[in-house]
């Protein structure tokens, strides 16, 4: 088929990106739109650039593999969330494996406004480009930044890895119970700094000189 696809309830799992029909010939912003429900990408993907995929306000979840065993890499380089995106990427500590979900590109420009949400799984999530990030709650896994971003509300870490790189700026604080936040740039936060609530969390400067505005 050709028309968009509508993912309000339930579960959808595909195996390579023409399982949602044929790509359009350029770019459709919310080709799949996910509200509500669940996309499993249970293979090693990449979805065409222009199958943009639209996070609505009720939020959508996203899983790469099915298996904590699954070793997939699945990319989808277009996409926006107005609703909070959900993302379960699945590994195995054991094993030493895991599976990867990279968002976005690196010269592109992505708005996650309903922020990002990672659930108890140790995979790993690339968040690439220059984007606009509303709230971030880590539970497990590892988050990365490699880009510039703006983070207009808090970042709070339960457990798992969030990595910055470039320089960004941030309207909120950052929370940590547990987990491990990774500064490898100087003044990741810019040069205004950040202000950290530490908990039992880890702070990792990675030979980088950083601005602290408060830490408790």
């Known amino acids: 088929y050709t028309g968009k696809t509508y993912l309000n309830n339930g579960t959808v ?6 399982n949602l029909g044929a790509a359009p ?6 080709q799949l739109q996910i509200n509500g429900g669940t996309l499993q990408m249970n293979n090693t993907m990449a979805f065409n650039v222009n199958r943009g995929v639209s996070i609505g306000p009720a939020g959508g979840r996203i899983e790469v593999g099915i298996a904590n065993t699954n070793v997939f890499t699945a990319t989808i380089p277009t996409i926006t969330a107005e609703g909070v995106l959900e993302v379960a990427v699945r590994g195995d500590d054991g094993l030493g494996t ?8 690196s010269g592109g420009s992505q708005t996650y406004a309903g922020g990002i949400k990672t659930e108890l799984y140790v995979g790993e999530i690339n968040v690439l480009g220059n984007n606009t990030v509303g709230p971030v709650y ?7 930044f490699p880009g510039n971003n703006t983070f207009t509300d808090n970042l709070r870490l339960a457990g798992g890895v969030v990595t910055l790189g470039g ?3 941030i309207g909120g604080v950052v929370n940590m119970t547990e987990g491990e936040l990774a500064l490898t740039t100087s003044n ?3 040069a205004n700094g950040f202000s950290l609530n530490l908990g039992n969390g880890v702070l990792s400067l990675r030979d980088t000189t950083q601005t602290l505005r408060e830490i408790t």
């Not at 799992?13 to 023409?18: G, H, M, P």
């Not at 895991?98 to 590109?105: A, D, K």
């Open 188 to 190: 990741s936060f810019g």
């Open 13 to 18: 799992r595909i195996t390579r990106d023409n």
């Open 167 to 169: 320089t960004n700026t």
């Open 25 to 30: 010939a350029t770019l459709v912003p919310d």
């Open 138 to 144: 880590v539970e497990l896994g590892s988050l990365n």
């Open 98 to 105: 895991h599976s990867t979900l990279n968002l976005g590109t």
